[in-house]
C-alpha cells in the first residue's frame, strides 16, 4: 500500500488549497478513504471520509461546508477541497485507509 500526498503550501486566510493523494498496491475501489490533519502540539483528527463509492462522506464539524472529500476510482486518487481556510486549519494533513496505512502527509499553513 502506498498513499502519496501533494498539493499543500502556504495560504493566505479566506483562501483555498487542493489536495490530492495519489494511492496505489491495493484495489483501490474496494475502500473507503480519509483525510486526517495533525497540528503542532495537538492529536491527530479525523477531517474528512469518503466511502468506496464516493457515494457518502463524512465531516469533521470544524470543516463542514468549508471542506469536500472527493475520489476518481478510474485514477486511485482521493482530493480534498479546502476553502475559506483559516489559520487554524494549519497542519499537516494525511491521507489514510482505514487508519492503518498512512501517507507521508503534505503542509498547509494559512497565514497572512
Known amino acids: 500500500v502506498q498513499l502519496v500526498e501533494s498539493g499543500g503550501g502556504l495560504v493566505h486566510p479566506g483562501g483555498s488549497l487542493r489536495l490530492s493523494c495519489a494511492a496505489s498496491?491495493?484495489?483501490?475501489?474496494?475502500?473507503?478513504m480519509s483525510w486526517y490533519r495533525q497540528a503542532p502540539g495537538k492529536e491527530r483528527e479525523l477531517v474528512a471520509s469518503?466511502?468506496?463509492?464516493?457515494?457518502?462522506?463524512n465531516y469533521a464539524d470544524s470543516v463542514k461546508g468549508r471542506f469536500t472529500i472527493s475520489r476518481d476510482n478510474a485514477k486511485n486518487m482521493v482530493y480534498l477541497q479546502m476553502n475559506s481556510l483559516k489559520p487554524d486549519d494549519t497542519a499537516a494533513y494525511y491521507c489514510?485507509?482505514?487508519?492503518?496505512?498512512w501517507g507521508q502527509g503534505t503542509q498547509v499553513t494559512v497565514s497572512s
Open positions: 469518503i466511502s468506496s463509492g464516493g457515494a457518502s462522506t
Open positions: 498496491g491495493f484495489a483501490f475501489r474496494s475502500y473507503a
Open positions: 489514510s485507509r482505514g487508519s492503518a496505512f
